[in-house]
């Protein structure tokens, strides 16, 4: 989809459609208002409404969209009204309109510009690729979106340019997480990350391979990866490395391609949406493209170590101690809580650089979907500093982050009689207990621990820019964590 900005009065203008977004307050002009009642149409946040201007040089319709009262207005506001609106254009198969603000936007124009991005790409959002025989109303894609603005033009293109940036890493993000297990391996996820270095300035890629992994004693991917079929790989990608003076900060992404539990099967159920549990790797993956694109001052490291969790004749047991790459040996009670031993090698690797966070993002645990459900994610921190970083972030982003603590005598839940930490904490804590025994592997670096096990992939869509399947959560997060660690 297009996206361009110009001057002008949307009204004035003899289009096929506008989207005219308005406030409770905004006192409509009487070529739009005489088309409809009073109570037709308040305003009310992503309300929508078409109406049929009479006029010349007006559009042949107006779609009305509501942003509420413009006192409250904020960033989230304005990102789902015109993704309401971006919809609707759809669903009246028009494929090119113009959006304007009866009333401005409410927000600095730079800011506007990027939810306006972020709303109408995001909002468009389908995963279409897997269906056939589609009827030309339901492929109809809207091909381009201009905004009329009356004046800062200049700082709202800028603002949709950064806007655009950010969602499109999150289509990225979300395009991998729907796509199924089988065409996503740690083999052919590896060759995705090395496609989007190849296609990134600045960015370098490095996959270590089965042979490496075991000389090199990452024993926790390894026993997590050898059961299957597709061998596992640990996915290094590094951006900003020549920068100087900048801060460092590592992202560490949990990439199992396809959970089945392994020995300890999961139920068909819980086995359904599995090929979901590689949403942290897509986070990292978006986020570095955003920090490469945008350029940012920073050095951003991408850890993703990736495996697929399968039973067979070669999978690891339950009551095996496996001994990670930190040399730390682990006892493992269950199979299926796997995320947190590949985790443990890569989080170890990424103590390596020195780094001022390690920011890490897993689909790690039930428990968390049962505590927040799909509308925040987990943070789980060693560092306050960095904790309150994350959250603004998601604040002011959209996506949202709740941080649960992190005290000592939950570290104690995960030792083990025989082994030094064991992989089940049982039943108190789940999530908790899990992002305790990560923590184990960040040493005493700032190390803050996203469970996105609710929010990257849900059933019941709760904002119009999110769809069924995969959201992206944790790439814009992650990105406005990293564009203000710069400041
Ligand atoms: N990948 C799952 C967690 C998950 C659950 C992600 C639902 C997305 C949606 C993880 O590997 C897992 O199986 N965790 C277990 C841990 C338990 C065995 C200690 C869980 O949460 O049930
Ligand atoms: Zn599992
Ligand atoms: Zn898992």
């Not at 806007?163 to 065409?183: H, M, Q, Y």
Request: proline share 4%; hydrophobic share 45%.
């Amino acid at each position: 989809m297009e996206i361009s900005v110009r001057s002008g009065d949307i009204l004035g203008e003899a289009t096929d459609l506008a989207v005219l977004a308005c406030f409770e307050e905004t006192t409509l002009p009487d070529a739009i208002s005489d088309q409809f009642e009073a109570a037709d149409f308040k305003g009310k946040a992503n309300s929508t409404l078409v109406v049929y201007p009479r006029g010349d040089t007006t559009p042949r319709r107006v779609v009305l969209v509501g942003l509420g009262e413009r006192d409250s207005v904020d960033a989230e506001r304005i990102r789902q009204a015109v993704a309401t609106a971006v919809r609707q254009v759809r669903s009246l198969q028009v494929g090119s309109a113009v959006l304007g603000f009866a009333d401005g936007p409410g927000l600095d124009p730079v800011s506007a510009g990027e939810v306006i991005a972020e709303g109408l790409i995001l909002g468009n959002y389908r995963y279409l690729q897997f269906k056939t025989g589609l009827s030309p109303a339901e492929s109809f894609e809207v091909d381009d979106i201009a905004v009329v603005a009356t004046d800062d033009v200049d700082a709202l293109s800028e603002g949709l340019a950064t806007g655009r940036t950010i969602a499109e890493a999150v289509v990225f993000a979300r395009d991998l997480v729907n796509r199924p297990g089988e065409l996503k391996t740690p083999p052919q996820l590896a060759a995705e990350a090395v496609a989007l270095g190849e296609s990134l300035d600045g960015v370098s890629v490095t996959v270590l391979e089965m042979d490496e992994l075991r000389d090199q004693g990452f024993g926790g991917i390894v026993a997590v990866g050898k059961g299957s079929y597709s061998e596992p790989r640990f996915i290094i990608m590094e951006y900003g490395a020549e920068l100087t003076d900048v801060p460092t900060v590592c992202l560490v992404g949990k990439g199992l391609t396809f959970d089945s539990g392994g020995l300890n099967i999961k139920t068909a159920d819980g086995m359904e949406t599995m090929k979901n549990d590689m949403g942290g790797s897509a986070a990292v993956f978006g986020a570095i493209k955003v920090a490469a694109e945008l350029e940012l001052p920073i050095h951003v490291v991408g850890l993703v170590p990736s495996a697929e969790n399968m039973p067979s004749g070669r999978s690891y047991r339950p009551g095996d101690i496996i001994t990670s790459l930190s040399g730390t040996t682990i006892e493992i009670l269950n199979t299926d809580a796997e995320g947190r031993v590949i985790l443990s090698d890569a989080l170890h690797y990424a103590t390596r650089y020195e780094p001022d966070a390690i920011i890490e993002l897993s689909t790690l645990t039930g428990a968390i979907i049962v505590a927040l459900g799909d509308m925040a994610s987990g943070l789980m921190a060693t560092d306050q500093d960095l904790a309150d970083r994350v959250i603004a972030a998601g604040d002011a982003s959209g996506d949202r982050v709740w941080q649960m603590p992190l005290w000592d005598e939950y570290r104690e839940i995960t030792k083990s009689e025989i082994a030094d930490l064991k992989n089940h904490v049982g039943a108190q804590a789940g999530s908790i207990g899990a992002a305790a025994f990560l923590a184990h592997f960040a040493g005493d670096w700032p190390f803050a621990h996203l469970d996105i096990a609710g929010t990257a992939y849900i059933s019941s869509p709760k904002k119009p820019y999110q769809y069924k399947g995969a959201t992206g959560a944790g790439v814009r997060v992650v990105t406005e964590v990293l564009r203000n660690f710069t400041a």
